[in-house]
Antibody, heavy 114, light 113 residues
Framework: QVQLVQSGAEVKKPGASVKVSCKASGYTFTSYYMHWVRQAPGQGLEWMGIINPSGGSTSYAQKFQGRVTMTRDTSTSTVYMELSSLRSEDTAVYYC???????WGQGTLVTVSS | DVVMTQSPLSLPVTLGQPASISCRSSQSLVHSDGNTYLNWFQQRPGQSPRRLIYKVSNRDSGVPDRFSGSGSGTDFTLKISRVEAEDVGVYYCMQGTPGGMYTFGQGTKLEIK
């Protein structure tokens, strides 16, 4: 069965970077794009960007351009999302989601606090 | 960027009664390949989102048939024929094309009256 398992919660200081992982299993990793979506406390879903695990090409929401980097490791069927220059407003649950959202990870809480 | 606008943002519904959520896009969602990439998601409290409907009107596996999606161009609707207690949560529409940019609506919170 398809599973997306994300890395654990993180606490970071303002200005630092965070790297969240999403390990896929149960399907051919390179056959489906992977999205990253975040949700601030009590807020809605916000699309951050997408990566093609086959070739590694990416597309980022304008809001995150220059601060986000999405990569993948085909040997471990894992995608990564790194967000830099963290500020308090980046405190959120970060999700990976396959393709057009048919499967989602469990979410990773990133807390940015001094 | 395509802006997705949902209404209402809050939807109190009596158990067993129907519910309807509207989603409007700032431009047509008909893609050059002929498809319209408009999905609906449900997020129950404390859970990850779950996709209910893809490409306007296709129900995902395991989704009860009381959920239906319709619409075209810029206007889309999610309908629940008879609301059950397990339907409480927030519903989001999302537009996007494979490999391109995506956007979500603001979300509609469904609660039981």
């Amino acid at each position: 069965q398809v599973q997306l398992v994300q890395s654990g919660a993180e606490v970071k200081k303002p200005g630092a970077s965070v790297k969240v992982s999403c390990k896929a299993s149960g399907y051919t990793f390179t056959s489906y794009y992977m999205h990253w979506v975040r949700q601030a406390p009590g807020q809605g879903l916000e699309w951050m960007g997408i990566i093609n695990p086959s070739g590694g090409s990416t597309s980022y929401a304008q809001k995150f351009q220059g601060r986000v980097t999405m990569t993948r490791d085909t040997s471990t069927s894992t995608v990564y999302m790194e967000l830099s220059s963290l500020r308090s407003e980046d405190t959120a649950v970060y999700y990976c989601a396959r393709a057009m959202g048919d499967y989602w990870g469990q979410g990773t809480l990133v807390t940015v606090s001094s | 960027d395509v802006v997705m606008t949902q209404s209402p943002l809050s939807l109190p519904v009596t158990l067993g009664q129907p519910a309807s959520i509207s989603c409007r896009s700032s431009q047509s969602l008909v893609h050059s390949d002929g498809n319209t990439y408009l999905n609906w998601f449900q997020q129950r409290p404390g859970q990850s989102p779950r996709r209910l409907i893809y490409k306007v009107s296709n129900r995902d596996s395991g989704v009860p048939d009381r959920f239906s999606g319709s619409g075209s161009g810029t206007d889309f609707t999610l309908k629940i024929s008879r609301v059950e207690a397990e339907d409480v949560g927030v519903y989001y529409c999302m537009q996007g094309t494979p490999g391109g940019m995506y956007t979500f609506g603001q979300g509609t919170k469904l609660e039981i009256k």
